[in-house]
């Protein structure tokens, strides 16, 4: 295959599809995604089967449990895939939104409206539920999207792209709409980020060197989602029942997520109360613990030394980072340093303490009372999501249909010239 051909196809492909799916209203859109989701329940033996293939193959290849985990299509997977795609036809359509609407000394009237960003490419490792999902949110906020999975999960991703086409041709929208990449040639990638031509933007998804390398090598805007070093910090004011099992969930509820808590930090003033309770529940879970010299000297010999490298670190794995801290200054000044401005979380019933938190926690979801689990598409309501963005810019946070979108401004007039 010439590579940088089949990408100049599949990039003008998606720039025609695109131009076709923003005259498209939301009943096409939404039968598209309803027709995906019947087709993904219809077919659930051939999906697991593709995956199954995915999985012998990751195995023997010696892939780490993390990856196996995010790799694994479940039958709860499928249903949930479905479902993800059903929520977001349920969604309300934001292209064609208009807003801020107000009236010039002119006589024009000024305001918004929302539009569809264009083509979005889409990289991701792993997690075969994003070709689904990546499908439905872009194809509902109106854009054309080419989707690049990992090699990992080749046979997945094209087995769920087969339902995704079907659900298209249902609704009398081209296939090219959704293009899922028909190689594993890493060269596709490195033609895909430069396609500035055809692609209106990028968002990788995968581990931090992948992200990084897109971001450096791009020609193409890229939303970015680095990795998730996220914190729970126990504050001495917290109901600790409550901190118990916040702490517990946000770690143990799932290993390979990058909302899953990789620190925890707990106030001097609870430690000594808190931190034997926690040590049994991670022990009973298998969760090895790393800590700083306050949290050994309370826990003994079952928590080995932390280095500094440990506070930066996305384990995405039953390891966790422990530290005991002086004050709230202490664990606001912790997380923004070590942090990745993904998701944090304070315990406490202290309410100046937690809107300080919520102020100065310079992250893209901060949480008081809840775990750090919770930062997720689905969970916000959002149906699903594209990714977690960690920028500043455009989209941050979970990005969702409003997050594929942008705005344009629109005037009306009724005759105005200017003098």
């Not at 490419?121 to 054309?144: F, H, M, Q, S």
């Not at 933007?201 to 995968?206: A, N």
């Not at 979108?405 to 005037?411: A, E, F």
Request: proline letters at 3%; one cysteine or more; glycine letters at 8%.
């Amino acid at each position: 295959m010439d590579i940088k051909r089949y990408m100049q196809q599949v990039g003008r492909a998606a720039r025609a599809a695109s131009r076709e799916l923003a005259r498209a209203d939301s009943g096409r859109k939404n039968r598209a995604l309803l027709a995906m989701a019947e087709a993904v329940e219809r077919d659930r033996a051939l999906l697991t089967a593709a995956n199954g293939k995915d999985l012998d193959a990751a195995r023997s290849a010696g892939l780490e449990a993390a990856l196996l985990d995010r790799l694994t299509l479940s039958d709860a997977g499928i249903t949930a895939m479905a479902e993800g795609l059903r929520q977001v036809a349920a969604l309300p359509d934001p292209v064609g939104e208009m807003s801020d609407f107000s009236y010039r000394p002119s006589g024009i009237q000024l305001g918004k409206m929302r539009v569809p960003l264009g083509v979005i490419g889409i990289i991701y490792e792993a997690r075969p539920n994003v070709t689904a999902d990546a499908a439905a949110l872009c194809l509902k906020a109106g854009n054309a999207a080419i989707l690049r999975g990992g090699s990992e999960a080749f046979h997945s991703n094209q087995a769920i792209a087969a339902c995704v086409h079907e659900g298209l041709r249902v609704a009398g929208l081209p296939d090219t709409a959704v293009q899922v990449i028909e190689t594993t040639d890493r060269a596709a990638v490195g033609e895909l980020i430069t396609l500035s031509e055809y692609v209106d933007v990028l968002v990788p998804r995968g581990g931090k060197g992948l992200i990084a390398r897109i971001s450096a090598d791009a020609r193409v805007p890229v939303i970015k989602h680095l990795d998730g070093n996220c914190h729970v910090f126990i504050d001495e004011r917290a109901n600790l029942e409550q901190a118990l099992a916040i702490a517990i969930n946000a770690k143990t509820q799932r290993y390979g997520t990058c909302n899953t808590m990789e620190t925890l930090l707990v106030h001097q003033a609870v430690a000594a109360e808190i931190l034997p309770r926690l040590a049994t529940a991670y022990g009973e879970k298998g969760v090895a613990l790393r800590g700083c010299e306050r949290t050994r000297a309370l826990l003994g010999a079952q928590v080995a030394a932390a280095t500094e490298e440990d506070w930066f670190t996305e384990y995405l794995a039953p390891i966790l980072a422990i530290k005991v801290l002086d004050d709230l200054d202490q664990a606001i000044d912790h997380i923004n340093h070590y942090g990745s401005h993904h998701t944090d979380a304070i315990v406490t019933e202290d309410y100046s303490r937690a809107r300080r938190f919520l102020r100065e926690v310079d992250s893209s979801s901060v949480m008081v009372n809840a775990s750090t689990r919770f930062a997720d598409g689905f969970e916000y309501g959002l149906g699903a999501e594209i990714g977690i963005s960690t920028d500043k810019i455009h989209a941050r946070g979970p990005v969702g249909l409003v997050g594929l979108t942008s705005q344009k401004w629109v005037v009306l007039g009724d005759g105005q010239v200017r003098g």
